[in-house]
Nanobody
Framework: QVQLVESGGGLMQAGGSLKLSCVASGRTFSGYTMGWFRQAPGKEREFVAGIAWSAGRTTFADSVKGRFTIYRDNAKNTVYLQMNSLRPEDTAIYYC??????????????????WGQGTQVTVSS
């Protein structure tokens, strides 16, 4: 069992930056591929970014490429999502998720067994 707790959300003006953190507890964090997803009101949950446990390879949704960065600190059992050049359309609840089965990043929500409770990000224009 893995518990995930996100933090770092908030209200930001367009063009600003936020850094989300996700702390994992319960099992060996370094063996999990980690993902960030988001869900805006009235929309389905969508993939944002992921980082594999193997070689730390990263994958990003097209909508955030060049603006968001994902990285992990296995010693702190934490994965981060650095969000720059924020836009109003980035407004959503952001969720951290863990996948124990793959050494690569899946963009499907079905691949992730563990989820955090989410943190709200609101970007004003």
């Amino acid at each position: 069992q893995v518990q995930l707790v996100e933090s770092g959300g908030g209200l930001m003006q367009a063009g600003g930056s936020l850094k989300l953190s996700c702390v994992a507890s319960g099992r060996t964090f370094s063996g999990y591929t980690m993902g960030w997803f988001r869900q805006a009101p009235g929309k389905e949950r969508e993939f944002v970014a992921g980082i594999a446990w193997s070689a730390g390879r990263t994958t990003f949704a097209d909508s955030v490429k060049g603006r968001f960065t994902i990285y992990r600190d296995n010693a702190k059992n934490t994965v981060y999502l650095q969000m720059n050049s924020l836009r109003p359309e980035d407004t959503a609840i952001y969720y951290c998720a863990a996948d124990s089965k793959r050494s690569w990043v899946s963009q499907s929500i079905l691949s992730y067994e563990y989820w955090g409770q989410g943190t709200q990000v609101t970007v004003s224009s």
